[in-house]
């Protein structure tokens, strides 16, 4: 029979290593978010979100660029499309109100042979970013272009992990 002392030591290392493993944030830098059509009416350019997506823990891979385009007066895409140059991260428009607020929905998934073997080293983390103006530090917009950057780096803070 097993000692519970030695199942929990073991219990506490397993999460231990997984804890480290997801213990960084995502970054995004070089962000423009731009709506043509909400400035005026006669736009016929669609909207876009583009910005370079790092993660904390995945240093080594280097930010990716991400972007998720539309057509005028359309709604952003609702599936996670093919929007980042490298397939391992995404990025889904989750809620949008115009430049001035939206919501984007932000995951990566990764191998990482520190916390097991396959199946259990694919790790995925996940999270939600709310751009508000002029509440989100760093999310600077023009209204009367409807454009919107960030003048540094957004920290997206991850929320849920999965391994």
Do not use: R
Not at 69 to 95: E, I, R
Not at 148 to 156: K, Y
Request: aromatic content about 12%.
């Amino acid at each position: 029979m097993v000692s519970p002392v030695w199942l929990l030591l073991s219990l506490a290392i397993i999460f231990s290593s997984t804890v480290s493993a997801f213990s960084g944030n995502f970054k995004l830098t070089n962000m423009t978010v731009f709506s043509p059509s909400q400035s005026s009416a006669n736009s016929t350019e669609g909207s876009y979100v583009e910005f370079n997506f790092g993660d904390e823990d995945t240093a080594q891979i280097g930010p990716i660029h991400c972007c998720v385009q539309w057509a005028v007066n359309a709604s952003p895409p609702t599936t996670w499309p093919g929007s980042c140059d490298n397939d391992t991260f995404a990025v889904l428009v989750s809620s949008w109100n115009g430049v001035q607020d939206l919501t984007l929905d932000l995951q990566h998934t990764y191998i990482d042979n520190s916390v097991g073997e396959y199946p259990y080293n694919v790790l995925t983390k996940f999270a939600n970013l709310s751009l508000a103006y002029p509440s989100t530090q760093y999310y600077d917009c023009d209204m009367s272009k409807a454009e919107c950057q960030g003048s540094s780096a957004i920290t997206a803070v991850v929320t849920s992990s999965t391994a």
